[in-house]
């Protein structure tokens, strides 16, 4: 086997990894909701209960308060992303999505691989503003 076909089949197998492994995670056992998110190829997605706008407008002061240098955010028909940094220069990106059925849903990346503690912690940090 060639060197070109060894990297080529460790890339392959590498996205099949990281595309394919969906791991459920609780939102809130101390309520006893049943909602749960989940952690996909290193975004955290969770479901929200609250228009775009208020949840961008959370966000952004969560964000703020937390220590994230905002960076910038993009406004599409569909969905708001906010971008920003933390400490050590890492990207955190947050995507406000509107769902079909009146809920909104949180996507969450921190840092290149994703980062799933830290995107909880920014979940939670909103969910309980609004």
């Not at 955010?73 to 992303?81: A, G, P, R, V, W």
């Amino acid at each position: 086997m060639t060197a070109k076909a060894s990297i080529l089949s460790l890339l392959a197998l590498i996205t099949v990894f990281f595309s394919a492994c969906t791991t459920p995670v609780a939102i809130d056992p101390v309520s006893g909701q049943e909602q749960t998110a989940k952690y996909q190829a290193g975004n955290f997605y969770a479901p929200i209960d609250a228009a775009p706008g208020k949840i961008f407008r959370t966000a952004i002061r969560v964000m703020d308060e937390s220590g994230y240098y905002r960076t910038g955010e993009l406004h599409e028909e569909t969905y708001i992303t906010i971008y920003a940094r933390k400490v050590g220069d890492e990207k955190v990106t947050v995507r406000i999505k509107q769902l079909a059925d009146g809920q909104s849903e949180l996507r969450i990346r921190v840092g290149k691989l994703g980062n799933l503690a830290e995107s909880q912690k920014i979940y939670a940090s909103i969910r309980n503003e609004i």
